[in-house]
């Protein structure tokens, strides 16, 4: 493995000649926005995305939106939802210490003595650590007690009045780690849903010739219940729906092959359903179709728990024929989230392929009456 000119990554650990720009994904990774404050990672996508669509918007719910016209063909809406799970600041103690209100779905086993960055209302980052009031030392019973997120607290190493001088209630915290390489693989906080962002400017980057309208859509607030998405949708009338995601591999021990949902390599996955949608069998063989012709690697996907943007796309105004392009990914909700290089490369090709192709079964989607 070497990096290659403007920061691409080439690896021959791997079958196939594969890259990836990651300068971009780390960048993408690695700048803060938790659901309902995206401002910072919203300005970088929209920097990233004008060079690649014919117009770039903003909608009242911070969604950027980016249109590339067609010529006659289906409108087809691409959704990444751009939020991060994080948390906002709930309270500072007389000593300075930062209680926490998460936002998104975390798990206390996670977080504690991790570090954090605190995005004050000043402009200033605060590098924190990320504790709870446990003792060193303790015995057997008090370590084998779960740790609760209400249990959680910050110390910045700063007094109250210094803290309050940067810091209010609201404030967003996220977690300070960078995105690397390992292996054939890529780490880092936030590929849920950093990743799917990254997937959707590059396959964007990679098209040819196509007749569909696309709506490349980089959602809000999609941790706290898929909220920009169904607004977007809702505004902009898709025929079709496609939400990119990441989803669940548990291909590491301790679990049977019948409950990994996914594993790393095998290549991007095909959702049939979630708890937030039933993919639209058609579209899903349209995918199946599409992968198969183009000897692009795929799995598919069946998600017991969880949902993705395509649940608020397909409930929008009369109904839209949705499904959802996932990208495997260990360790989700954590500061290690692990993605394949190759699966990123096949979810890559399978969405500039589907896009390229959509006018050709625009009308296949609907049900006769």
Known sequence: ??????????TDQLEGALTVNFDLLKRLCETPGVPGREEAIRKVIIEEMRSLVDEVAVDAMGNVIGTRRGCGGARVMVAAHMDEIGFVVRHIDDKGFIKLQPVGG????????QRVHVHGFTGDRLLGVLQTNAKPGAGAEDRDKAAKLSDLFVDVGMTSENVKHKVEIGDPVTL???????????ISKSLDNRLS????????RAMGAHQCEIFAVATTQEEVGLRGAGAAAFHLQPDIGIALDITL????????????VTKLGGGTAIKILDNSLLCHPKLV?????LADENDI???LEILSAGGTDAGAIQRSRGGVPSCTLSTPCRYVHTVNEMASISDIDAS???????LEDAHRRRHDYADEA
């Open 1 to 10: 493995m070497f990096i290659g000119e403007k920061g691409t990554i080439i």
């Open 106 to 113: 975390f798990d206390a086993r996670n977080l504690v003595a």
């Open 176 to 186: 300070a780690r960078t995105a690397e390489i390992v292996g054939g693989n890529v």
């Open 197 to 204: 962002v990254f997937v959707m400017l590059e396959a964007l």
């Open 249 to 260: 591999a548990l291909d590491y021990p301790g679990g049977s092959e019948a409950e990994q």
């Open 285 to 289: 063989r349209h995918l199946r179709d």
């Open 297 to 299: 690697p795929y799995q």
């Open 348 to 354: 890559i090709s399978l969405l500039r392929e589907f």
